[in-house]
Nanobody, 111 residues
Framework: QVQLVESGGGLVQPGGSLRLSCAAS????????VGWHRQAPGKQRELVAT???????NYADTVKGRFTISRDNAKKMVYLQMNSLKPEDTAVYYC?????WGQGTQVTVSS
């Protein structure tokens, strides 16, 4: 059974940075693809970034060059470093692995 817990969200000004963390439990973490998704009010959930077991990554066009996904297999952690944040990045951010989802962490970008 996989459990995921996100943390690190908060309120930040435009242009600022945040680092989200996702703590995972369960087997086969090191070979699993983990994704960060987000859902803004009134919008569908969208994929932000994924990282595979070999640490190859994929990003949505809207965050390329600003966000970086990384993982620490020893700690069973996945991170999302978010720089140059924009108001349109405001959303609840979710971690996903296999069919499991975390509870989400709120990111608000506002002056």
């Amino acid at each position: 059974q996989v459990q995921l817990v996100e943390s690190g969200g908060g309120l930040v000004q435009p242009g600022g940075s945040l680092r989200l963390s996702c703590a995972a439990s369960g087997s086969f973490f090191s070979i699993s693809t983990v994704g960060w998704h987000r859902q803004a009010p009134g919008k569908q959930r969208e994929l932000v970034a994924t990282i595979n077991g070999d640490s190859s990554t994929n990003y949505a066009d809207t965050v390329k060059g600003r966000f970086t996904i990384s993982r620490d297999n020893a700690k069973k952690m996945v991170y999302l470093q978010m720089n140059s944040l924009k108001p349109e990045d405001t959303a609840v951010y979710y971690c996903n692995m296999w069919n499991s989802w975390g509870q989400g962490t709120q990111v608000t970008v506002s002056s």
